[in-house]
């Protein structure tokens, strides 16, 4: 009988499973530089400024201590319109998935909220409240709420009627009923709405920056643009990704995380 000696030794089709997509992800940053190089050298350095006047730039802004004060005020904006807009929507959608008529109610609002560009919404805000952070805050919120009322309400539509009439037959509190059936039901929609919404809300929230705050990523975009100093402009919409960056994979995928265990425990 032959023994195996093998069961200790990691599997490498498991390895380069993880590794392939690393590696790739690499290639498409490689890919991505090599075309913005090549852009840098056809347009004037005014139109698309090179990776390396890029880089130099940031880190000025990173050496002078400016980058990390505008960073948080942009931060701190984009995570309470998140929160406000992923409140109110999974909320009237955990509702109109409830309720049917609320359900026909809302739905032109959605619609409207939807449709209306987001400068004309920041334009409006911007006469409601004036200029600073709370229009910033409010466009971002609003622009949030029909990407998490979707996608929320997509999840509870979703979810088995039989299950939810056998529960009512047999009188499951609606504290068990919520946690155990439209909470596991609902979780993976949520999570795919907040990550949609995180991506909306940061370009609202940027643009609402520009046309309407005397600080932040929106307002520095906005005086880099206005002096042509396409370095610092480049170098601010860097600091756009990584903003969207923090809040996706430092914030967003530990909830998701979180969430899958447990949905596996319950």
Known sequence: MTVSTTGNKPNNNSIDRYRRPVIYIFLGIAGMLLVWQVLSMIFS???????????????????????????????????????????????????????????????????????????????????????????????????????????TLEGMLAIDARIIEMSHVFKVPTGLRLTQIYLPGIGSSVMAGLTLASGIGVRASILAEFIGARNGIGHNLFLSWTFLDTPSLFAWIIITFALLGLVEFGILKPMRDRLMRWKRIV
Do not use: C
């Not at 002078?64 to 004060?69: A, N, Y």
């Not at 995570?79 to 406000?84: V, Y």
């Not at 109610?105 to 952070?133: D, K």
């Open 45 to 151: 350095p005014v139109i698309v400024a090179s990776p390396v006047a890029t880089f130099k730039a940031l880190w000025h802004l990173v050496q002078d201590g400016k980058l990390w004060s505008q960073f948080g005020y942009s931060l701190a904006r984009l995570l309470i319109g998140l929160a406000g807009g992923a409140a109110i929507g999974i909320t009237l959608a955990i509702l109109a998935g409830l309720y049917p008529r609320l359900r026909s109610f809302l739905e032109p609002m959605r619609w409207g909220i939807m449709t209306v560009p987001v400068i004309i919404i920041s334009v409006l805000a911007m006469l409601w409240f004036g200029m600073g952070s709370i229009q910033v805050v409010w466009v971002t919120a609003v622009i949030t709420i029909p990407t998490n009322y979707v996608n």
